[in-house]
Every structure is written in C-alpha cells, then in structure tokens.
C-alpha cells in the first residue's frame, strides 16, 4: 500500500484502441479509507475498421491506394511488411484490415498472413520508423491421437473407437485420405475393402486454439484387408529427405504401381461398397477391372510411363494407354475427357490425373474399364510383384527400428477392432 499512498492511481481498461475507459482514482494521503471518486473521462470515438481482401491480380500496394495513402506511405507500409513476409507471396483473398479513427489518419493497418499469423502495423507516435509491427501468431498445441475403425458398409463409414469418435467429420475424411494414400500400393480401396476390415493408428496433429488442425500425420498404421495384416511406419530420416511409409522391416510401401485408378479420396461423395456389374453382351471374355464412379471422376496413371494412345478407341470410347518399364501397359477406356497435356509421347508420372470417368464407347452406365498388360497379355494386377521404392539405408537403420519401436509402442494403445460377431464367439 505504501506505493499508493499520495498517489493519482490511473488504470486502463479494456484492451488497445477498442473502447478504452479511463478510470480516475483519487487515493487521499491522510486518514483510513476515504470513498473513492471516480471520474469518467469521455471515450473517444472507436476507430472504424475497413476490411478490404487482395484481389486476383491486384498489389498491395492498389489496395492501399484505394484507402488514401499516398506513393512514399505506401513504400513505408511495404517495407514495414517486407520484414515480415514478402508481400509478393501474399495470396488473393488475404484480409487486410484498416482502422481509422474519425476525422484522423490511419492508426492500424492489420494483414491475416495466413491461417496462423496476423502482422499488425501501428501508426507510430515518435520519430522513428512510422509503422511499430506487432506479429500475432496462434498457439498451436501438438498432441498424439489414437484411432480404430472397424469397416462398415464403405471405409467412411467406420465404427471409430479410441479418439476417433471425437473427430469432426472434416477430420475424418482427411485421415481417411491419408492412410488410402499410405496403403495405395497394397490396397485397391476400391474394390478389396470389405465389411468388417479394420485399422488402427497413430496422428501426431498440431492443433489450434480453435479446434481445428493445422496439419495431421499418421505416424504409423496396421491394416487388416481379409487376411492380410499391413503394417506402415512414417520415417523421414532427415528434412531433405522425402516421407516415406515402410513396413516394420523397413521395406517401402511405395511400388511401381498403385492398384486403383480412382483416387478414393477425391471421392468422398456417393462412394459405395457395392460392386459395380456392368450389363454388357460379351462375345469375349472381359479382360479389365470396371470401377463404377460417377462421371467426371479424376481417373490417375497408376504408374510412371509413356502415353502410347489417348483419344477415340472403337469400343474403349475414349480411351489412354500407358507404356511402363518392364514392358508393362495400362489402358483407361469409357473416359468422359482426357486431361490438358495428356497425349501420346507424353510422359506421366504415377498418380497424375490423366482422365476422368465417363460412358464412352461400348458402355451403359459410367464407370472406368481398366486393363493391365504385360508382354501383349493381359494379367491382373493385384496378383503381380512389382517392384518397390528402396528399403530403408541401412545408415538409417538404427533409426529407423527407433522410430518404428516407438510408433508401433504406442498403436498398441488402441485395440484393433474385432467385428461384434466374432466378439461373441469369445465370451
Ligand atoms: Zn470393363
């Protein structure tokens, strides 16, 4: 209290220029306690804020323009940003905040960087620098999530245990997309997923204050398609290295072919566990893989090779073929459209959109055909060995069996779902 004493204690409520009240306090040096006067000091008028957002094609600098300030305070605001981000990689849509008090020039100039950060620019009062920046950047929160999904009538539609039920449903699809796309070598999503298939894994999220994830890796994941029992390890033994999923051995995921055509993630809507029949007359055997989809549906070279064909096909409709190394070749026939570039001699790259899925040709609903050929004959693709991305460096190993201990340590946390059916039998 001794510091109170004879004093004029001033307090400030209410955060920056918003609404700013000024309590006065009188504390009187002689006596016990006197009754406090308080005196309100009127609020000057808020500053009114003017949201403007970068168009396609315009500069920040127009936009500042467009608020009145002139060539050398515009050159002053873009260096004050500049030391922040360069204004250049600004994207169109960004928010860019001005208030103003009435009657007055600008006192803040507020830019949403991105998602997580906000650069505010105050109008200084001194003679130095005519912009204080103050760098606003969310707190993002890591945590480790452990789902289990038993398969339901499709992979969306999955009985969730551990954190899974928590998801929202934008989550849900993002790791869905995410283990298709880890086990997209192994798992033709489309067509080998069957009720009662299960998973479980480990996500290493970074989580904003809000809720909503900033980014989500599944850091290792089992599988179990009929009988098979698929492990997959996220390892990146350093930052220039890419991300790579290996089973528990250290064997690549990542192969010369993926087995669907279809992206499952690029299909979220309308996807159906149901086999798609096609009522076509042969006079031949039927020498592909029909995928039912809707039309337009992005179809991807499930390899890296040589287009040899793209266009009209008799019965394929409109149709690709690719050359791949070891006198493999794929064919994608019925297309509704070939993709910008895709023509014959060009070269594609696996998982590139080459097509999309239509009714060309000899078909009565839309669906693709798909068609697997080694030597001139055609095989099928799932019962093939192709050849893998390089196992783990064995300079890597040490690490590797680290990361993966700890990884698969921690995914037996969550229990592998069992279907209720078999539950039962148990007890
Ligand atoms: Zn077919």
Redesign the pocket.
């Known amino acids: 209290m001794e510091l109170l004493r004879d004093r004029r204690v001033w307090s400030a409520f209410g955060a920056g220029l918003v609404g700013t009240a000024l309590v006065w306090a009188f504390l009187r040096s002689s006596g016990g306690p006197e009754p406090i006067k308080v005196v309100e000091i009127p609020t000057p008028p808020p500053p009114v804020e003017v949201v403007e957002s970068l168009q396609s094609g315009q500069t920040l600098a127009e936009v500042f323009g467009t608020q009145g300030l002139t060539g050398g305070e515009i050159l002053e605001v873009v260096e004050a940003i500049r030391e922040y981000e360069s204004p250049r990689r600004l994207r169109p849509g960004t928010e860019i905040t001005f208030a103003v008090r009435p009657g007055e020039s600008l006192s803040r100039i507020s830019l949403k960087l991105d998602r997580d950060r906000t650069l505010h620019l105050l109008a200084s009062e001194g003679d130095g620098a005519p912009w204080d920046a103050r760098l606003d950047s969310v707190r993002i929160v890591r945590d480790t999530i452990l789902v289990a999904g038993l398969i339901g009538s499709n992979l969306y539609d999955s009985r969730l245990s551990g954190d899974g039920p928590a998801l929202t449903a934008g989550q849900l699809d993002q790791m869905i997309g995410q283990l298709s796309r880890i086990y997209a070598w192994q798992i033709d999503f489309w067509r080998d997923i069957r009720t009662n298939d299960s998973y479980r894994l480990v996500m290493a999220r970074d989580v904003r204050p809000d809720g909503s994830v900033r980014i989500a890796r599944i850091l290792a994941a089992e599988f179990r398609n009929g009988d098979r029992l698929l492990t997959a390890v996220r390892f990146q033994p350093d930052q220039s290295e890419p991300v790579e999923y290996y089973d528990g051995e250290g064997e690549a995921l990542r192969g010369q072919f993926l087995l669907a055509p279809l992206d499952l993630a690029r299909v979220t809507s309308g996807f159906s566990m149901r086999r798609f029949h096609?009522v076509?007359r042969r006079t031949r055997p039927?020498l592909?893989?029909?995928y039912g989809a809707s039309r337009g549906t992005p179809v991807r070279a499930t390899g890296g090779g040589v287009v040899t064909r793209a266009g009209g096909w008799g019965s394929y409709g409109t149709a690709i073929e690719v050359r791949h190394a070891n006198n493999l070749r794929t064919r994608y026939?019925h297309l509704s459209g070939i993709a910008r570039g895709v023509r014959s001699g060009a070269r594609v790259e696996q998982g590139q959109v080459i097509g999309f899925v239509g009714s060309s040709g000899l078909a009565t609903a839309s669906?693709l055909?798909y068609e697997f050929l080694r030597d001139g004959s055609h095989v099928n693709p799932a019962r093939m060995q192709f050849p893998r991305a390089e196992p783990v460096a064995d300079e890597y190993r040490e690490l590797f069996d680290a990361n993966s201990g700890h990884a698969l340590g921690l995914l037996q946390r969550v229990e592998m779902p069992i279907p209720s059916a078999t539950a039962r039998t148990q007890d």
């Open positions: 096609p076509l039927h592909g893989i029909d026939a669906h055909h």
